[in-house]
C-alpha cells in the first residue's frame, strides 16, 4: 500500500513570487508519481508525471518536480506564479502494477496580486 | 489526450430519490474506470473500480447496495447513489486509465456535484 502527504494544506503567494508545494510519500515497492491541478468545481488535470529516467520533469505551465528516492519526495516548483494558477494541486502515486491512485490532501495554492 | 465525459454536471435531488450519474470514455476503450468522491476541501477517495463484463470492486467502507456501479460497455460506466440523503451530497469524479499502455495515467471527467435536499 502506499500513502501520500502533502505537507501544506495553504500556500499564499505573491504574483511572479517562486513557489515550491511538498509532497512525500511512503512505498515498499517502485511507484509511479503524479502532481493533478483542480480547478472549482473541475475535475483534474495532469500537470506531470515521473514514470522512470531523469529525475528532474517539467510539466505544463511551466511547473517542473523532482523525484528525490532517498528523502521519498516529489515537490512541485515553479519559478515565478501567475494569478491563473490559483488552484488545489494534488500529488498522487500508484505501483507499477496497479492503476489506481492514491491521493495527498492537496494543497490550495493562492496567488495574491 | 484522452476525454472522458461525465453527465449530469450537477443534480439536486430530494432525499430518498435515487440519482444517476455517467461517465463516458469519448475516443477511447476503457475495460477499467474508477469512481472518486470528494467532500469540500478535502482529496479524492476511491470508491470503486468499475470493470467492464464483471462486478465491480469496493473499497472498504462504501456500501455496495447503495452505490451501484455498472460498467455496461467498454466507454460507458454508471453510478447510482440509492435512496439518497443529505450526507451522500458531494462531488463524484470518475476517471479511466490511459489506453493500451503500460504507463499508468488517469484522464479525469469533469466531475459531478451531487446535492440532496
Known amino acids: 500500500a502506499q500513502s501520500v502527504t502533502q505537507l501544506d494544506s495553504q500556500v499564499p503567494v505573491f504574483e511572479e513570487a517562486p513557489v515550491e508545494l511538498r509532497c512525500n510519500y511512503s512505498s515498499s515497492v517502485s511507484v509511479y508519481l503524479f502532481w493533478y491541478v483542480q480547478y472549482p468545481n473541475q475535475g483534474l488535470q495532469l500537470l506531470l508525471k515521473?514514470?522512470?529516467?531523469?529525475?528532474l520533469v517539467k510539466g505544463i505551465n511551466g511547473f517542473e518536480a523532482e523525484f528525490n528516492k532517498s528523502q521519498t519526495s516529489f515537490h512541485l516548483r515553479k519559478p515565478s506564479v501567475h494569478i491563473s494558477d490559483t488552484a488545489e494541486y494534488f500529488c498522487?502515486?500508484?505501483?507499477?502494477?496497479?492503476?489506481?491512485?492514491?491521493f495527498g490532501s492537496g494543497t490550495q495554492l493562492t496567488v495574491l496580486p | 489526450g484522452a476525454v472522458v465525459s461525465q453527465h449530469p454536471s450537477w443534480v439536486i435531488c430530494k432525499s430518498g430519490t435515487s440519482v444517476k450519474i455517467e461517465c463516458r470514455s469519448l475516443?477511447?476503450?476503457?475495460?477499467?474506470m474508477f469512481w472518486y468522491r470528494q467532500f469540500p476541501k478535502q482529496s479524492l477517495m476511491l470508491m470503486a473500480t468499475?470493470?467492464?463484463?464483471?462486478?465491480?470492486?469496493?473499497e472498504q467502507g462504501v456500501e455496495k447496495d447503495k452505490f451501484l456501479i455498472n460498467h455496461a460497455s467498454l466507454t460507458l460506466s454508471t453510478l447510482t447513489v440509492t435512496s439518497a440523503h443529505p450526507e451522500d451530497s458531494s462531488f463524484y469524479i470518475c476517471?479511466?486509465?490511459?489506453?493500451?499502455?503500460?504507463?499508468?495515467?488517469?484522464?479525469f471527467g469533469p466531475g459531478t456535484r451531487l446535492t440532496v435536499l
Open positions: 498522487a502515486v500508484s505501483d507499477r502494477s496497479a492503476r489506481q491512485l492514491t
Open positions: 475516443d477511447f476503450q476503457a475495460t477499467t
Open positions: 515521473y514514470l522512470s529516467g531523469s529525475t
Open positions: 468499475s470493470n467492464e463484463g464483471s462486478k465491480a470492486t469496493y
Open positions: 476517471s479511466a486509465p490511459s489506453p493500451g499502455a503500460i504507463l499508468n495515467e488517469q484522464f
